[in-house]
């Protein structure tokens, strides 16, 4: 259970959420829009078979699932931005983006393990009535068993998963399906938990570029050269909007890195390995 009671459970109802559900749901036109748009001219998808090709899009996790930043992409998706911060839907760090799964294609079994946020799905693109989903699985205390609930995704419906518990995607379409993916601080925290939690991700992302030389996950490299060059990633605001649609400016809010820490920074903006995560 909650800490307030309520009991957990792989989908919160919708109608029970926030004012920013019906948020999320009204931007898929919008975001639909820029998503075809940015297929055909600005970030065309990744080979699923090969790592070469400069894009935006991420591969992650499993065999077929892909995914797009909004940060990494501000240009193309201004109107879904502006759409979201208007809304004030309190975004989380990690994903928030577009997660393209491809046709024929089913995600593995996993828990996300972070029970301090939510994620939500807003189907873009989908092949066609009931051939793509989500499928939660959770204990049945009465029996001692596994109980799993599926929700379909279809155009026009906003479906909120909990991934902390363990769940799987498919799309037995064939065709690819594309869903607005953006993970929000649940609801039980407090104010100072969720700007704990923000801070937290923004100092490990800072960490990851300029002690490891890697480039921090969903950070574009033209944005994140230019934040290099303005002194904009020794500034916490700059890591913890996700997809901010400013640009980045400099400030004193942390102490300036060290040289050497910039310098190899700059390198591994450009050369960073991608790393396998967990994917919708």
């Not at 599926?150 to 379409?173: A, C, K, M, Q, W």
């Not at 993916?181 to 938990?193: I, K």
Request: aromatic share 6%.
């Amino acid at each position: 259970d909650d800490h307030d009671g309520a009991k957990r459970t792989p989908f919160p109802p919708v109608a029970d959420a926030p004012s920013w559900a019906d948020a999320l749901a009204s931007c898929a036109p919008v975001a639909r829009t820029e998503l075809l748009r940015a297929l055909e001219h600005a970030a065309p998808l990744r080979s699923d078979d090969s790592t070469e090709g400069d894009t935006a899009w991420n591969r992650a996790a499993w065999y077929g699932w892909q995914f797009l930043p909004l940060r990494a992409q501000r240009k193309s998706f201004s109107g879904t931005i502006e759409h979201l911060k208007a809304a004030s839907v309190p975004l989380g760090h990690r994903f928030v983006g577009v997660a393209r799964q491809r046709a024929s294609c089913r995600g593995t079994l996993h828990s996300d393990h972070r029970n301090y946020m939510l994620s939500t799905l807003t189907p873009l693109v989908v092949p066609g009535p009931n051939t793509c989903g989500v499928v939660g699985h959770s204990t049945d205390v009465g029996n001692g068993g596994v109980m799993t609930e599926t929700r379909d995704l279809s155009e026009g419906e906003l479906v909120i998963l909990d991934n902390s518990f363990p769940h799987e995607v498919y799309n037995e379409g064939d065709k690819d399906r594309f869903v607005l993916m953006a993970e929000v601080w649940h609801p039980s925290l407090t104010a100072t938990e969720r700007l704990a939690m923000q801070t937290l991700f923004a100092c490990k992302d800072r960490f990851t570029l300029l002690e490891k030389a890697e480039r921090p996950w969903g950070v574009g490299k033209e944005e994140l050269m230019a934040a290099l060059q303005t002194g904009a990633i020794d500034d916490l605001a700059f890591w913890k909007d996700c997809c901010d649609a400013g640009a980045p400016t400099a400030s004193a809010a942390l102490p300036a890195a060290k040289n050497g820490a910039k310098k190899g920074a700059k390198k591994g903006a450009a050369t960073s390995k991608a790393k396998r995560r967990k994917g919708k």
